[in-house]
């Protein structure tokens, strides 16, 4: 062409964005400023639309301001637009000041508002929105009524979904197919899948997007036979799958007989039918076997990929993950920085998860400062992976500054802060954190009520806990889970009411599994209870043959009791049925570097130098009165050897390297991947008051805090 005009202009923009290539449109808007000079309210428009990402987010905000010095921000088309880009940048303030200063608004600035909020996960302000949008007596649309589906599609805001279903029969949109798929969607993400099916069966129309939604709510819900039944009536309809059908249908499968009965051969059929070049696809696919337990075929299929997306890079970090291999998946990051893929919020999320799950605080701070470089973290996902990172780390002071104000406040973020203090032996803080958040309105939810359950047990909170179970399905719409019975058994436990532990048991709503039988009998090994802790091992292995800790802890009751025959007789079975005991290790950071301490190990470059610091610590903390509880101690020799074998355990070897390795005066983070053997608690209270210094230890279960001889659980735990 030989002249370009603004129209020309415009379509060259307007296919660039449309295609994602952002630089592209970038710079050749800056040459039709150069060369043509005149922009309009479409060429401003299509800039915009470009500028839908993070990285992009400073060429939106500079066309904003080109838009409002050529006096065009009364334009209701470029003001939808920007509240796009700023609702997808996450600028959740940006876009609402803009909202709120529009002279003229239309029904798209609503609903652009409410799918905005939906995007970022903040639901009940999408509700809200749609209040306001009635109260004012404004005219809705099939999408207005999508959105606020999406909004309630969460199990905390089934009553509000079902409203606005009533709404959309009494406006007349429920038989509109966008509104039918949302409904389909919205009932199978609130776990009713009965509902879901039902307005699928009621709808005129369906297309492929409406049988992706009944089969994604019943793969969310984990109704494989579902899912495997619509997937073939779908086909039998001649209606072909597309990339959406088969990443439900793969997360759909999470088991070991899933993979081989599904699994396997719906990847065969995407072989056949050439689906494996799509890169959703093979990322699900990745997830599938690593969700099963085959975390070998997930890697072979990400090796053998050439081009790797930030995507891609993501599931297999997720993979890792889920199999307990942090330290892994953080080396993946890295290795996905080094080739140059550039980072989303997902990747960062992963990773600050992965950092708290190792307790690596410099590692996870330098995440943090991470994603705020690169304008993630105001995204949701990733503000609550940093609060998370810093409640496991120990840093309870870093976490709260992050908390969001309580009346924006998500449930994610009020179940971290409950946990958290839970976590910290914070008891009192957890409870009136979770009475905080009902009163703000946010309703609790099945994670809530074990992290509220679980500070009951640790805290010895024992009626409390009572009348939290009680009032969870009562007053909250909760039902008693597997996991709400783990803490109750645990509450009636660790305060030595092992009838009423048992008795609970015959009772509970759900029927005993082996976390249930591991919990009662960790209970009778500290309290000394021998028959009941050879009936809940026996019941331990009949729910899990190969769990060690069903001869370990039973082995615990029988040494404390002093049956040595039994404990003999027990590691004979162990050996017979080749099950390996869990090995116990501690690790703490020091100068960047992660040292990793078994029990008796003495592999460790400064071996001597921490076998020194041992004699002398145990020299020191006899004079200021320690004497062994060589209970702790597990096999028949003389006290003198069941000592030296107590001076051996994971956290005591952790302890004099740390003491050794850092600056004296400094706190001391140490971290244990069971929980803290009784002796070595007592020599942690003893050891911090000789040396004058805190020491945080972290075991699976809390944190202990040593100060003067003091530990922060009250010796309860």
């Not at 615990?556 to 009791?561: E, R, W």
Request: charged share 20%.
């Amino acid at each position: 062409m030989d002249e370009h005009d603004t129209i020309s202009w415009n379509s060259i923009l307007s296919a660039f964005a449309h295609n994602c290539l952002s630089e592209e449109s970038l710079r050749y808007f800056h040459l039709m400023r150069l060369n043509h000079g005149e922009v309009d309210e479409n060429t401003l428009s299509i800039m915009l639309s470009a500028c839908h990402s993070v990285e992009n987010l400073k060429w939106g905000r500079g066309i904003h301001g080109l838009l409002l010095r050529l006096g065009l921000e009364l334009d209701i088309c470029i003001s939808n637009t920007l509240l796009t880009m700023y609702f997808e940048t996450a600028k959740y303030e940006e876009a609402e000041k803009l909202f709120d200063s529009m002279p003229q608004k239309d029904l798209i600035s609503w609903n652009s508002m409410m799918a905005g909020y939906v995007l970022g996960g903040k639901c009940s302000d999408a509700l809200r929105v749609l209040q306001e949008l009635l109260r004012m007596g404004n005219l809705t649309n099939f999408v207005t009524f999508a959105s606020a589906l999406s909004a309630c599609a969460n199990t905390e805001s089934l009553s509000e979904g079902i409203t606005v279903h009533a709404l959309a029969i009494t406006s007349g949109l429920h038989e509109d197919m966008v509104v039918g798929n949302a409904l389909v969607t919205m009932y199978g993400k609130c776990g009713m899948t009965q509902e879901s099916d039902k307005v699928f069966k009621h709808m005129c129309e369906k297309e492929l997007v409406t049988w992706n939604a009944l089969i994604g709510g019943y793969a969310d819900n984990e109704e494989v036979d579902e899912v495997i039944k619509t997937f073939k009536s779908m086909r039998e309809k001649g209606i072909s799958p597309n990339h959406i059908t088969l990443i439900h249908i793969l997360g759909s499968f999470n088991n070991p007989h899933n993979l081989l009965k599904h699994g396997m051969p719906l990847h065969g059929h995407i072989l056949i039918t050439g689906c494996e070049s799509d890169e959703y696809v093979r990322n699900s696919l990745i997830s599938m076997y690593a969700n099963c337990g085959d975390l070998d075929s997930s890697t072979s299929i990400f090796c053998a990929l050439v081009n790797k997306t930030a995507a891609t890079w993501n599931a297999m970090v997720a993979a890792r993950s889920h199999h307990g291999q942090w330290e892994e998946a953080l080396k993946l990051l890295v290795e996905m920085q080094r080739a140059e893929v550039g980072f989303d919020q997902f990747s960062l999320s992963e990773a600050l998860s992965a950092s708290a799950n190792l307790a690596i605080l410099e590692d996870g701070q330098h995440l943090h400062g991470l994603a705020i470089k690169l304008g993630f973290d105001s995204y949701h996902f990733v503000t609550n992976a940093t609060m998370d990172m810093y409640g496991k780390c120990g840093e309870l002071d870093h976490l709260l500054k992050l908390l969001p104000d309580p009346k924006t406040r998500s449930r994610l973020s009020w179940n971290i802060l409950i946990s958290a203090f839970a976590r910290h032996g914070s008891f009192q803080k957890a409870r009136e954190t979770f009475h905080e958040m009902v009163a703000q309105g946010t309703k609790p939810d099945h994670v809530t009520f074990v992290s509220l359950l679980s500070s009951c047990s640790h805290g010895g909170l024992v009626q409390e806990g009572v009348d939290y179970f009680a009032s969870m399905s009562a007053d909250f719409g909760v039902p008693p889970a597997i996991e709400h019975c783990v803490c109750m058994v645990d509450l009636f436990g660790r305060s030595g009411r092992l009838r009423e532990a048992e008795e609970f048991i015959k009772k509970m709503p759900v029927p005993p599994n082996d976390f249930i039988w591991r919990t009662l009998l960790s209970a009778c090994k500290t309290h000394g209870y021998l028959e009941l802790g050879k009936k809940a091992a026996e019941n331990l292995l009949l729910a899990n043959p190969s769990d060690d800790s069903a001869y370990v802890l039973y082995s615990n009751v029988c040494a404390t009791s002093g049956r040595w025959q039994e404990v003999l007789g027990l590691r004979v079975t162990m050996e017979a049925e080749n099950v390996k005991k869990k090995p116990a290790y501690s690790w703490l950071n020091v100068r960047n570097k992660i040292s990793t301490f078994g029990a008796g190990d003495g592999s460790h470059v400064e071996w001597e130098k921490i076998n020194e610091k041992l004699m002398e610590l145990r020299r020191e903390i006899k004079e200021a009165g320690y004497v062994a509880d060589t209970k702790c101690a597990l096999h028949d020799t003389d006290e003198e050897q069941k000592e030296d074998n107590l001076w051996g355990h994971s956290e005591r070897l952790a302890l004099a390297y740390g003491l050794i390795s850092t600056k004296e005066g400094s706190t001391l983070r140490i971290f244990k991947n069971l929980r803290v053997c009784g002796d070595c608690h007592s020599v942690y209270k003893i050891v911090s008051r000789v040396v004058g210094r805190e020491i945080v230890l972290r075991d699976m279960y809390r944190f202990h805090r040593f100060s003067g001889g003091e530990c922060s659980c009250g010796d309860y735990w």
